[in-house]
């Protein structure tokens, strides 16, 4: 019986640390800054697409616009265009891109592109499912 009593108390200390965790990483999520974010990413993008320093320096600069432009598309109220408008800032964003770097370099900068979309699609997804 008491087994049973400090099973069940150390499920419930494991459940309450798991939605803490989980509550944390949102906060974070949403107090990161755009400098923080753009130089993830030029980090992850200079890795995977193997970069020299002055394309990263350039790709650097274009993420940190990239990035504020879309953190204050965020901030503004809801409205009916914002979908496009952030569309039109990731049109805007690639083109330039395309311009920092080579051909082939850039057929693989698509390619991460559309992994990485696929990777959020399938986290939004799941929290849809979850959150049901």
């Known amino acids: 019986m008491k087994r049973?009593?400090?099973?069940?108390?150390?499920?419930f200390l494991l459940f309450v640390f798991l939605i803490s965790s989980a509550v944390a990483q949102e906060r974070y999520e949403k107090t990161r800054s755009a400098t923080d974010i753009a130089q993830q990413r030029t980090s992850y993008e200079v890795k995977q697409l193997k970069l020299d320093a002055k394309e990263a320096k350039s790709l650097g600069e274009v993420n940190l616009?990239?990035?504020?432009?879309?953190?204050?598309l965020q901030r503004q109220?809801?409205?009916q265009n914002k979908k496009e408008e952030i569309q039109?800032?990731?049109?805007?964003h690639s083109l330039k891109i395309k311009s920092l770097i080579s051909s082939e370099k850039y057929q693989e900068y698509q390619a991460l592109q559309?992994?990485?979309e696929q990777k959020a699609n399938?986290?939004?997804?799941k929290n849809k499912l979850k959150n049901r």
Do not use: D, E
């Not at 039109?88 to 805007?92: G, V």
């Open 4 to 11: 049973i009593k400090n099973l069940n108390y150390g499920l």
């Open 65 to 72: 616009m990239y990035a504020q432009q879309m953190m204050a």
């Open 77 to 79: 109220a809801p409205t």
């Open 88 to 92: 039109a800032l990731k049109r805007s």
């Open 114 to 116: 559309k992994k990485q």
């Open 122 to 125: 399938k986290k939004v997804k």
